[in-house]
Structures are given as structure tokens and as C-alpha cells.
């Protein structure tokens, strides 16, 4: 599951979800960006001067001598191939990717590839779930997928999508509970409490010791 900030991390670490992700997609459900290339830099970073125990890269075989790089000196990287929101120009937009069997084979050929540099699982974006799935069965390493079907070998939503948000929610996410609903619910009662004067009540202010109160109002 993704986390983008303290108190949403620590929900995916309450509900004992195996790993949290602090994905680029930061740049978009947070952050109000209309793509998530910024963020890259600020990931490398996260990495030096963070806790993160993991790096995720974006990327096919032209990323696997990056890739084997990092993973030499100890630094585990989990790949990202099929939709990469930091390529989605380039894709054509965020668009389901390996539709052709030649598309499909070089994107086999880009999970072998990163499995060889030393990924130590791969995520899966938007990917056919018949293509999805033969990749997870030829590769050793797990794959983790988005929008890839039931053969991944295990999944990630963004956060913000499956709890209902944000506003665009992609065909494969399924939303486990509409918040923002209840959200706009209670700021619109937190706004009308406040102008009737319903709000703060005895309960939420703090009170004066009764004798310093007499002297005070002397
Ligand atoms: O940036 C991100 O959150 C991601 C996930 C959607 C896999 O890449």
C-alpha cells in the first residue's frame, strides 16, 4: 500500500500490510501535480537521508545497468515496468501497456532484464493479466501488481484511491470506502457548528481555578 506522509503510514502499518510504499505518485494524490516526474529527485533523496530500506526505480532494460549499480553496493531496488507514470507521456498517457504480442514480449524480455540486475521484486502497472501472469510465472522474484490481475503475486493501490480520495479512480482500483464524502461531511459541520456558536462547547475549552477566575473578572 502507499504512504505519502506519517499518519497514513502508520495505518498501513496498523492494518499489517507486508510494505508500505512511499511512491512518486506523492506528486499527484498529495501534492495536486497533474504528473509524478518531479518527484524523482526527491526520491534518490529519500533514500540517503531517509529510513526508506528500498529504492523503486521506473523503467525496462535501459534502467538494469542503473539498477545493477545500486544493487551491487547493497541498495535494494524494486522495479516498475508496464505503465510508468513517470514515462506517461512518452506511453501515450496513462494507457494499459503490453496489449500487442510484441509489446508483451519486449516487456517480458524488460522483467528478465531486471530480475538479472538484481530487482529484488517487480511492480506491474496496468499490464494485461494474461501478460502479468506469465511474467510472474517465468521470473523467480515476486512481482507486485496495479492493474495486472490476479496472477501478480501481490498488489498495491495508491492510498488515496482505494479510500475514495481523490477524484480520478483508475478501472483496476477497487474503492474500499468512499472518505471524502464523510470528510466534506464533517468540515461542513465543523463550519455550521462554528458560525452558530455550537462550537467549542464547556467540553473543549479549558477552565480557570474558580478563584482565579473572582479575581480576575474583579
Ligand atoms: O508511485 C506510486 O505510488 C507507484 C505505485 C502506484 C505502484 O508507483
Given at each position: 500500500?502507499?504512504?505519502?506522509?506519517?499518519?497514513?503510514?502508520?495505518?498501513v502499518?496498523?492494518a499489517?500490510?507486508?510494505?508500505?510504499?512511499?511512491?512518486?505518485?506523492?506528486?499527484?494524490?498529495?501534492l495536486?501535480?497533474?504528473?509524478?516526474?518531479?518527484?524523482?529527485?526527491n526520491?534518490v533523496?529519500?533514500?540517503?537521508?531517509?529510513?526508506?530500506?528500498?529504492?523503486?526505480?521506473?523503467?525496462?532494460?535501459?534502467?538494469a545497468?542503473?539498477?545493477?549499480?545500486?544493487?551491487?553496493?547493497g541498495?535494494?531496488?524494486?522495479?516498475?515496468?508496464?505503465?510508468?507514470?513517470?514515462?506517461?507521456?512518452?506511453?501515450?498517457?496513462?494507457k494499459?501497456?503490453?496489449?500487442?504480442?510484441?509489446?508483451?514480449r519486449?516487456m517480458?524480455?524488460?522483467?528478465?532484464?531486471l530480475?538479472?540486475?538484481?530487482?529484488?521484486?517487480?511492480v506491474l502497472?496496468?499490464v494485461?493479466?494474461?501478460?502479468?501472469?506469465?511474467?510472474?510465472?517465468?521470473?523467480s522474484?515476486?512481482?507486485?501488481?496495479i492493474?495486472?490481475?490476479?496472477?501478480?503475486?501481490?498488489q498495491?493501490?495508491?492510498?488515496?484511491?482505494?479510500?475514495?480520495?481523490?477524484?480520478?479512480?483508475?478501472?483496476?482500483?477497487?474503492?474500499?470506502?468512499?472518505?471524502?464524502?464523510?470528510?466534506v461531511?464533517?468540515?461542513?459541520?465543523f463550519?455550521?457548528?462554528?458560525?452558530?456558536?455550537?462550537?467549542?462547547?464547556d467540553?473543549?475549552?479549558?477552565?480557570?481555578?474558580?478563584?482565579?477566575?473572582?479575581?480576575?473578572?474583579?
Amino acid at each position: 500500500m502507499t504512504a505519502h506522509d506519517y499518519p497514513t503510514g502508520t495505518l498501513v502499518d496498523k492494518a499489517g500490510i507486508d510494505m508500505t510504499l512511499v511512491g512518486d505518485s506523492l506528486a499527484m494524490v498529495a501534492l495536486g501535480y497533474t504528473s509524478t516526474s518531479e518527484a524523482v529527485n526527491n526520491a534518490v533523496r529519500m533514500l540517503k537521508e531517509g529510513k526508506v530500506e528500498a529504492v523503486k526505480l521506473e523503467g525496462g532494460k535501459e534502467m538494469a545497468p542503473t539498477i545493477a549499480q545500486l544493487t551491487k553496493v547493497g541498495i535494494p531496488v524494486l522495479g516498475h515496468i508496464g505503465l510508468t507514470p513517470q514515462r506517461q507521456a512518452s506511453l501515450g498517457g496513462y494507457k494499459v501497456q503490453g496489449k500487442s504480442v510484441a509489446k508483451a514480449r519486449a516487456m517480458i524480455d524488460d522483467a528478465i532484464a531486471l530480475q538479472e540486475a538484481g530487482c529484488y521484486a517487480i511492480v506491474l502497472e496496468a499490464v494485461p493479466a494474461p501478460v502479468a501472469t506469465h511474467i510472474t510465472n517465468v521470473l523467480s522474484i515476486p512481482t507486485i501488481g496495479i492493474g495486472a490481475g490476479a496472477g501478480c503475486s501481490g498488489q498495491v493501490l495508491v492510498q488515496q484511491d482505494m479510500l475514495g480520495l481523490y477524484g480520478r479512480v483508475p478501472r483496476f482500483c477497487k474503492t474500499y470506502r468512499a472518505l471524502a464524502d464523510d470528510i466534506v461531511g464533517a468540515l461542513k459541520e465543523f463550519s455550521a457548528d462554528v458560525k452558530s456558536r455550537a462550537f467549542p462547547a464547556d467540553e473543549h475549552t479549558y477552565p480557570m481555578p474558580q478563584e482565579e477566575l473572582s479575581r480576575f473578572l474583579q
